[in-house]
């Protein structure tokens, strides 16, 4: 069983930035790949970025390439998302999810609770 708890996100001015966290417990953190996924209220879930166990593969959603960069620190068995130049339609509620890898949710076995990021305009 995996745990995942994600943290860092709030309130942000259009142009600002937020780093968003995702700690994991249980498993081998190392041994499986992580993704964000938002959820925008009234949409459906969708995929931000997707990062392999070893950190070496990457994906991010055309809509945030070049302003959202995922990563992660398998010594300290969190994953990260460093959100950059916001807009205000990136206001969402973030979701990190492990076991699994790709772009689709169902695809995922372990998700965290979520944290807010609001964009001001």
């Known amino acids: 069983q995996v745990h995942l708890v994600e943290s860092g996100g709030g309130l942000v001015q259009a142009g600002g930035s937020l780093r968003l966290s995702c700690a994991a417990s249980g498993g081998t953190f190392s041994s499986y790949a992580m993704g964000w996924f938002r959820q925008a209220s009234g949409k459906e879930r969708e995929f931000v970025a997707t990062?392999?166990?070893?950190?070496?593969?990457?994906d991010v959603a055309d809509s945030v390439k070049g302003r959202f960069t995922i990563s992660r620190d398998n010594a300290k068995n969190t994953g990260y998302l460093q959100i950059s130049s916001l807009k205000p339609e990136d206001t969402a509620i973030y979701y990190c999810?492990?076991?699994?890898?790709?772009?689709?949710?169902?695809?995922?076995?372990?998700w965290g609770q979520g944290t807010q990021v609001t964009v001001s305009s």
């Open positions: 990062i392999s166990g070893s950190g070496g593969s990457t």
């Open positions: 999810a492990a076991g699994g890898f790709g772009t689709i949710p169902a695809a995922y076995r372990y």
